[in-house]
């Protein structure tokens, strides 16, 4: 990958050990969402089982990952940083469960295992989703940051990227333009909302966890803005390129409902350099941090590089 002066040199990077990182702060967060989400057996046990079931079925946790590091570059501590990143995972799974139905995009399996309404039902699942997406609030909501940011803050960043004019917004493109012939720009407004608002709000609450400035909240937010779009285009290169178990979910999808897709639009070469192009404007955001985003950098290296 081109280097750019602005990141931190990678001598540095190539020393931070990711795969440790990401085993830790992937068992912070379970153990956090294990204890802010109701018990399996609360009454009525099938939701709390249904949400458990996909919550814990094995995602890579790269939305927490992000925020966590994002509060870290700014100087901030775990403790506050971690009811956000559950928050905005519980946002994603549900997001998951939905696009999984048979109504959206019909998949049967995800994180390795029978999708959600394959082994609740659909009315379950449907439910499931609306109890994550829900339980994603409450738990905002009760975060306690007395800086810059208050509750209220929290709660509109989170509102904002799951809303109907980002997440869902780029749903509902991307289900309407299912068999179009769809534009580059067109294709870009789909992974900006699709994709790149939530991976961008997840950093973004971690540097309003660790109060940090309005400039450092600038540049995390461009940071996640670049990394989401490279994000996207990676999976769908990967959608193509890997096998089902590999994914842990139905590769070669896009092409079988005929999704645009960057592959699609302009060939597998040019959207990894698309996607390489992305991650240098990334690392370029991370400017204001001055070397003190390690851990942020190499998570958008290994997004870039990663195989599933
Ligand atoms: C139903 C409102 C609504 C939105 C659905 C999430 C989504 C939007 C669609 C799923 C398909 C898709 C390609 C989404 C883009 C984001 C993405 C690549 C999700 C997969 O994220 P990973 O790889 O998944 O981080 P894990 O399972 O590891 O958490």
Redesign the pocket.
């Known amino acids: 990958m081109k280097s750019n002066g602005s990141s931190a040199p990678a001598a540095q990077r190539a020393k931070f050990d990711l795969d440790r990182y990401l085993a830790d702060r992937t068992a912070a967060v379970n153990r956090a969402l294990d204890q802010l989400l109701p018990k399996a057996t609360t009454k009525p046990a099938t939701i709390h089982k249904a949400m458990r079931y996909s919550l814990f ?7 927490p990952a992000l925020c966590l590091a994002a509060a870290e570059a700014c100087g901030g501590r775990l403790e506050p940083a971690l009811p956000l990143a559950c928050a905005v ?1 519980c946002i ?9 139905l048979p109504a ?2 019909n998949d049967d399996y ?2 390795g295992k029978p999708t959600n309404h394959k082994v609740f039902g659909e009315g379950i699942a449907i439910l499931a ?1 609306d109890a994550l997406l829900t339980q994603a609030f409450e738990i905002a909501a009760g975060c306690r940051l007395n800086g810059r940011y208050p509750c209220q803050s929290v709660l509109l960043e989170l509102t904002q990227a ?1 809303g109907s004019l980002q ?2 917004a ?2 509902v493109a ?1 289900l309407e333009g299912e068999g179009q012939k769809i534009s580059a720009s067109q294709l870009k407004y789909i992974h900006e909302r ?2 790149s608002a ?1 991976l961008r709000c997840s950093v973004r609450l971690g540097g309003m966890s660790a109060n940090c400035s309005p400039t450092q909240l600038a540049a995390l937010g461009d940071f996640g803005y670049h990394v989401g779009l490279a ?2 285009i990676i ?2 290169i990967l959608d193509v390129t890997q096998t089902s178990e590999q994914l ?2 139905t590769a070669g999808k896009d092409a079988a409902v005929q999704k645009a897709t960057y592959p699609a639009i302009v060939g597998l070469e040019k959207s990894r350099r698309i996607a390489a192009r992305l991650t240098s404007r990334a690392f370029a955001a991370l400017k204001p941090f001055r070397g003190r985003a390690t851990a942020l950098e190499a998570l958008a290296g290994y997004l870039l590089e990663r195989n ?1």
């Open positions: 079925a094995g995602g890579k946790r790269l939305r995972e994603h799974t549900y997001s998951l469960i939905h696009d999984d959206m995009d995800r994180r989703g799951s997440l869902i780029g749903q991307d699709k994709t939530l994000f996207q999976d769908d842990g979910k599933k």
